[in-house]
């Protein structure tokens, strides 16, 4: 007798398939949920693996190397994802970011931004082609990534000083590399580039003020992330966040800063530039400063779950629909239903202490790695 083996790929979130209304309706560019946020940001995961063990989000301890990731007969294609996208962008998704995991890890992943970047708007217009990334393979694939379609990159980087940022990738990945790979960026014209920094009270935010000196008198953006508490393996603590507003008084005594408008609705960094005229930067505050209110992003897992929230506790199972032959129409409909009955604000709820709401049940949350930050 032979063991059935079971893939866990079904079964690590709560799932539904959603629902095909009986009247379908084709995309119309606006579409908004209960609190009339619009639909506008699609952020795909195109892998759950990484090569890095960044504490706050791929601990060590949980996703060793006998972790069983997601196998590759679960993960959407990317004629799939195209699909997918496609229909979000009728529904008026004018930007898109890949993400992971680590996305650059994801073969032939220029396939991808080539299929992507032929996409356009309903008023004509190409999407915002974005990738965020730990630059570890960057210096290889800048280049090709540029050349088949991407615009912009954004990279995680938690430290200048060597040792300390090899303690928090937990790879041993050294920080020149990193560098390097920003520089790579750069001469492909990918921009512009994006560095973004999470700040754990305690173990980097001593680096805060040398990230400032680095980046000052350059095109890159600097943009300091509360540790948040996404999924249920980092092992966050209240007291490990380093509100948004400390690390701005601490850049304002050696770098005097004034406050900017923001770009557009919906956007999570609140900027700031330097009075002298030598940079920006921006904090992101989903812990002290929700922005719950203005959210406009969808993000999809990489085996295809749409999910409302970064920290939401099911998602909705779009690639039952696309390989069970349901025509765009029908899975656009389901989309457009989903969304307009979206209500999600965690963290809204955590600030008054209800949390729990969300969902309306207190399961797992999603893993950062697995959706994307």
Not at 303 to 318: I, Y
Request: hydrophobic share 40%; glycine share 8%; proline share 4%.
């Amino acid at each position: 007798m032979v063991d059935k083996v079971i893939p866990l790929a079904d079964h690590r979130y709560a799932s539904a398939v959603p629902l095909i209304p009986a009247n379908l309706a084709a995309p119309t560019g606006t579409l908004n949920d209960t609190l009339a946020r619009p639909l506008r940001d699609l952020r795909i995961s195109v892998t759950d693996r990484c090569n890095f063990r960044c504490g706050y989000c791929m601990p060590k301890a949980v996703f060793t190397p006998q972790y069983e990731f997601l196998p590759h007969s679960s993960l959407l294609t990317f004629e799939e994802i195209t699909r997918l996208a496609r229909l979000f962008v009728a529904h008026g998704v004018h930007k898109i970011r890949l993400t992971g995991g680590e996305p650059l890890l994801r073969k032939g992943i220029d396939q991808l931004v080539r299929q992507l970047s032929e996409l356009r708007t309903p008023e004509g217009q190409a999407v915002d082609l974005t990738l965020t990334t730990n630059a570890s393979l960057l210096v290889k694939k800048a280049q090709l990534l540029r050349d088949a379609g991407l615009q912009r990159i954004t990279v995680s980087l938690d430290a200048l000083d060597d040792a300390v940022f090899r303690r928090m990738n937990d790879a041993d990945f050294p920080v020149a590399d990193v560098l390097e790979g920003i520089e790579a960026a750069e001469r492909a014209g990918l921009g512009p580039i994006k560095v973004n920094m999470v700040v754990k009270r305690g173990t980097n935010d001593h680096e805060i003020l040398p990230m400032a000196a680095h980046f000052r008198h350059t095109k890159v953006t600097l943009r300091f992330i509360e540790y948040m508490d996404v999924g249920a393996t980092n092992g966050w603590r209240m007291d490990e966040v380093l509100p948004s507003a400390d690390v701005i008084a601490r850049i304002n005594d050696a770098y005097p800063l004034e406050r900017l408008d923001s770009n557009e609705r919906g956007e999570t960094a609140r900027r700031w530039r330097y009075r002298d005229g030598s940079g920006e930067i921006g904090v992101i505050s989903s812990v002290t400063q929700a922005f719950c209110r203005d959210c406009n992003r969808a993000r999809l897992s990489t085996e295809g779950k749409l999910f409302l929230c970064l920290f939401a506790t099911h998602g909705h199972d779009l690639r039952a629909l696309l390989r069970g032959g349901a025509t765009d129409l029908e899975i656009a409909s389901a989309i457009g239903l989903v969304w307009q009955r979206r209500g999600d604000r965690y963290s809204d709820l955590r600030a008054t202490g209800g949390e729990t709401a969300l969902d309306g049940a207190a399961p797992r949350r999603v893993e950062m790695h697995y959706i994307g930050g």
